[in-house]
């Protein structure tokens, strides 16, 4: 299973509205196949790993870390194929809790005598579907805040200047948290402050700029390769009131077609052409009386497109307003060993807070050093 969950974590950040899944084919001691979901429309998981079997898959046993599907969906039931098959036992990691599967493809398996075991390493085959049971059950993305700051909280000195708060080890998980999620989202504060590209920079994920050479639409031409960002992923800006420069990065590199600005009647007057000359989208979502951006909103549309998992970069302010709206699923805080004592500097949330007698409890599921640094991760109870 932990092998399953391993090729699992290949598809996160590109099988939407789909969720990844791994799955391994075992017989004794044998591998006989395995594989993972890589992107709407292509084979399950299950099929990838029954296919590498070449049909001497008979009585053995399959282990996949979402149950298997048993409704027409793009492909036809994976259930059907494991019964095809003639696989003896299949072990699951956790079960679909999409309401037309629930159960009922483990239930399609036993009744045809396949010995079903299900909960293997379920925490951690859960985890890499809590995006996609979020946006089932909800239509919104699953979001996740990341704020690197130093100990006493502060994410950019007063100077707002926020490079190199965290070492390379802790930067480096940030760009693996990066390939997990399909959306990037910033604030504007963010852009104009350090102008990010906001790519993923993992090797596999891209070239070393952290886009994909995309040889296949550009034709025979080499001088016409055309870039792309990494499959599936979009970056989104935050910007109410206009104040994200055109020049830069996120609305001019390669990949610019893939930039959301979400903004308001005021911004879209002021800016929308400007950002939209290469390629930039602009969400108008109303004039909101306060003159932000409606991020429940934000999050309706990214949901209704198919996105799953926002990773949300800050700042501080965009940070906040998620918070206070109660929108976060979960924080990945990064800790540097260092502290400004600056009332100046900026915090990692700048919202409205609450009293201490009504603050949320939030689960804390890790902590983990890197280097200097120290990860914290917590998610709703
Ligand atoms: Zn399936």
Not at 111 to 130: I, M, Q, S
Not at 239 to 266: E, W
Not at 348 to 367: I, N, Q, S
Request: charged share 25%.
């Amino acid at each position: 299973m932990r092998r399953a969950i391993a090729l699992a974590r290949r598809g996160e950040g590109r099988t939407r509205p789909n969720p990844p899944v791994g799955a391994v084919v075992v017989r004794g001691d044998s591998k006989l196949g395995e594989g993972f979901h890589r992107r709407a429309g292509d084979a399950h998981a299950e099929v990838v790993a029954l296919e590498a079997c070449r049909g001497q898959a008979r009585g053995a046993t399959l282990y996949v870390t979402l149950e298997p599907c048993c409704t027409h969906g793009r492909t036809p039931p994976c259930t059907d194929r494991i019964l095809h098959e003639g696989l003896a036992r299949v072990v699951v990691g956790c079960r679909d809790e999409n309401g037309c599967h629930c159960g009922r493809g483990l239930e399609v398996l036993s009744k045809r005598g396949v010995e079903v075991v299900y909960g293997v390493c379920e925490e951690e085959a859960r985890d890499l579907t809590r995006p996609f049971f979020k946006h089932v059950t909800t239509g919104l993305p699953y979001v996740t805040v990341k704020l690197a700051m130093t100990l006493d909280g502060r994410i950019a000195d007063r100077e707002h200047r926020a490079k190199w708060i965290t070492g390379a080890a802790a930067r480096a998980e940030v760009q693996r948290l990066r390939r997990r999620a399909d959306v990037m989202l910033v604030g504007a504060g963010t852009v104009c402050a350090d102008d990010p590209s906001l790519l993923c920079r993992l090797r596999g994920a891209g070239g070393a700029d952290g886009l994909v050479r995309d040889t296949k639409e550009s034709g025979a031409s080499p001088a016409g390769v055309r870039s792309v960002p990494q499959a599936g992923l979009l970056r989104v800006v935050v910007d109410a009131s206009g104040r994200t420069p055109a020049h830069a990065q996120v609305y001019t590199d390669a990949a610019a077609a893939r930039t959301v600005v979400a903004t308001t009647q005021v911004g879209a007057a002021r800016k929308a052409a400007a950002w939209a000359l290469h390629g930039a989208q602009v969400w108008t979502l109303g004039a909101a009386d306060d003159g932000r951006v409606p991020l429940e909103l934000l999050l309706k549309r990214l949901g209704a497109a198919g996105y799953l998992h926002v990773l949300c970069e800050g700042g501080g302010h965009l940070a906040g307003a998620l918070q206070d709206a109660g929108l976060v699923d979960a924080y990945e805080l990064f800790y540097a060993p260092a502290l400004l004592g600056d009332s100046r500097a900026v915090g990692a949330l700048e919202g409205r807070g609450t009293l201490l007698a009504d603050v949320r409890r939030w689960r804390c599921v890790d902590v983990k050093r890197f280097g200097e640094d120290v990860r914290i991760r917590v998610r709703k109870a």
